[in-house]
């Protein structure tokens, strides 16, 4: 449990800062929803990300793209209301941020829209001027480098990203930008642990992996992934913590039995 947590305390960017500072590895999850955000609160969770591949989850779309503003705004407010002590950080979409007009004028939306207290933006050098507009307005901001799915149609597939020298050297320095820029934290995606821990090791602010190894300065896992809600779907840096595939369909298959041959609803279950 994190010492922010046991204090009963918000737990802020600048939280998230002080633990990499004090070595205290951070845990982050994705969430969607309410019911699903106070569970992870409850438990102690430091960060809840409200990704948009909420596209993938909630919506069963194949990419990351099609993710509309105010359907990342309607995921963010159901998880807010759910949270008390977490750090809530919500994806701005594809497209929602491509010049730094737009960019702020979008953040500004889902921060008031919402009361979640960060945004994450995919990309480096490109989109610095962004990152620095949004930040300077008030709001936190954390990066997100190596596989960045919202870039899928240029890299043609999900595989580990920056293994090739050229991409691991502009992935540094993208890092390098991102912290100077000011943000508070940096997602790195499906890159080479060594790549990971070099970064890490390199910039004051908090590296969270997801596919990144064990030297990152905290963890993020989408939340249906690693419950094992999605099955087959087992890349080889998710850990199955459930398997709530199985655990739902012999619920909903004892449901629909017990219906069938109305066992339910007994004498005790009804008015
Ligand atoms: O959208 C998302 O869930 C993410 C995580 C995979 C980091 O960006």
Do not use: W
């Not at 309607?74 to 008390?84: D, E, N, P, T």
């Not at 945004?119 to 930040?135: D, R, S, Y």
């Not at 912290?179 to 060594?194: S, Y």
């Amino acid at each position: 449990m994190s010492t922010y947590t046991d204090s009963n305390k918000k737990i802020t960017a600048q939280s998230l800062v002080s633990m990499k500072k004090q070595g205290e590895k951070i845990s982050m999850l994705t969430a969607y929803d309410y019911t699903t955000a106070k569970i992870l609160d409850e438990v102690g969770i430091d960060s809840i990300l409200v990704g948009d591949s909420a596209s993938n989850i909630m919506a069963g779309y194949a990419t990351t793209i099609p993710m509309t503003l105010e359907q990342m705004i309607l995921y963010a407010q159901s998880v807010v209301r759910g949270v008390k002590h977490a750090l809530v950080i919500c994806d701005m979409p594809f497209g929602s941020y491509t010049n730094p007009i737009d960019g702020v004028k979008n953040a500004v939306r889902i921060i008031q829209e919402s009361q979640c207290d960060a945004l994450k933006l995919e990309g480096g050098e490109e989109i610095i001027e962004t990152v620095k507009a949004i930040i300077k307005v008030g709001i936190p901001v954390m990066g997100h480098l190596g596989l960045t799915p919202q870039y899928i149609n240029r890299f043609g597939d999900y595989r580990i990203r920056a293994k090739e020298k050229e991409e691991a050297r502009k992935l540094v320095i993208d890092a390098h930008l991102l912290e100077e820029a000011g943000c508070f934290g940096i997602v790195l995606e499906k890159i080479p642990a060594t790549l990971a821990a070099q970064v890490s090791s390199e910039i004051s602010i908090p590296t969270i992996g997801i596919g990144g190894g064990a030297d990152c300065d905290g963890q993020v896992l989408v939340i249906d992934d690693m419950l094992g809600k999605n099955k087959g779907f087992h890349p080889k840096f998710l850990r199955l913590y459930a398997d709530l595939h199985t655990v739902i369909s012999d619920a909903v298959s004892n449901y629909i039995s017990d219906v069938k041959q109305s066992k339910f609803p007994n004498k005790e279950e009804q008015y």
